[in-house]
């Protein structure tokens, strides 16, 4: 048959056809349905509203906003600072210890410290560095006692607006909560085994998301109930640290690097001097 006929047998069929086509259609569509995905389109509560849910359940991290929030009076605020001291010669250990006793007295915490020694010229000198914790009702008292126990070199505050991440992290804990309660009501509506598996992983997700925003949460409260202090001791180095006794051997050895250059010396000359004089003999013999 040749293909124009054909195309005539297609247009004296054309319904047959397009019942054929019809019937595709539908058995795609059949099998791209809820089922056909991995969802039970026998739910009890619908495949509309699981669809629904499982894209809410969608594992994912957002941020909390970073605007200023300044519609919040109260704000949080959280401050830390770095100082630097510089302690009288042969006082550093006294300055530790008063330093410590600080810390204590005011309830504070030594987070971390780290001592080091050091030789310049004939004596040892000390240098401090420390992590410290203060109670923010406290911090301004504690900063001017540590003021105290030396000469100021360097002192830089910073205070920070964490106002809108505190209610941003407030507001993202309550959603998401909320979105638990949601995706446990609906594991305990489904009688499919496919689809509480499903579930089951997405309140896995949403524990974990929760659990990570209430420990920034805490993480930021504690950042402002307590300011943070990074301090430096250095001990003040002596103006005569350098000043020593020379040793007999460093004479000795002086003494004969000088004459080792005068040796050197007479032994270059040597040679120049025997001609000048040779020469010099020749013009008086010529002379004569």
């Not at 401050?79 to 630097?84: D, E, I, R, W």
């Not at 004596?123 to 504690?142: D, E, P, Q």
């Amino acid at each position: 048959m040749t293909i124009k006929k054909q195309f005539q047998a297609l247009k004296e069929n054309w319904l047959l056809v397009l019942l054929v086509i019809i019937v595709l259609a539908a058995v795609f569509f059949t099998n791209t349905s809820p089922g056909f995905l991995g969802l039970s389109s026998e739910s009890d509560y619908g495949t509309a509203q699981y669809s629904t849910g499982l894209g809410m359940a969608k594992s994912y991290y957002p941020f909390p906003a970073q605007d200023f929030a300044p519609e919040i009076k109260d704000r949080i605020i959280t401050k830390s600072s770095s100082l630097s001291i510089e302690a009288k010669t042969g006082k550093f250990q006294e300055a530790d210890t008063r330093l410590k006793a600080i810390i204590q007295s005011t309830d504070s915490y030594l987070i971390s410290e780290n001592i080091n020694s050091y030789d310049y010229g004939s004596r040892k000198y000390y240098s401090g560095n420390y992590n410290i914790k203060v109670a923010a009702n406290k911090y301004s008292s504690v900063i001017e006692q540590l003021k105290n126990l030396g000469e100021v070199t360097s002192f830089n505050e910073n205070s920070d607006d964490e106002t809108a991440q505190y209610t941003g992290l407030k507001s993202e804990i309550e959603a998401e909560k909320s979105r638990l309660s949601r995706y446990q009501e609906m594991y305990k509506e489904s009688a499919i085994i496919a689809d509480k598996i499903q579930l089951s992983d997405k309140i896995f997700e949403q524990e974990r998301l929760i659990k990570m925003y209430e420990e920034s949460l805490t993480s930021l409260n504690n950042r402002v109930t307590y300011s943070t202090i990074y301090m430096t001791i250095n001990e003040k180095q002596s103006a005569y640290s350098n000043i020593a006794w020379v040793k007999f051997s460093d004479l000795i050895k002086a003494l004969v690097s000088s004459i080792n250059s005068l040796a050197s010396l007479l032994f270059i000359i040597l040679p120049w001097a025997i001609a000048i004089a040779i020469i010099w003999i020749i013009i008086r013999l010529i002379r004569k």
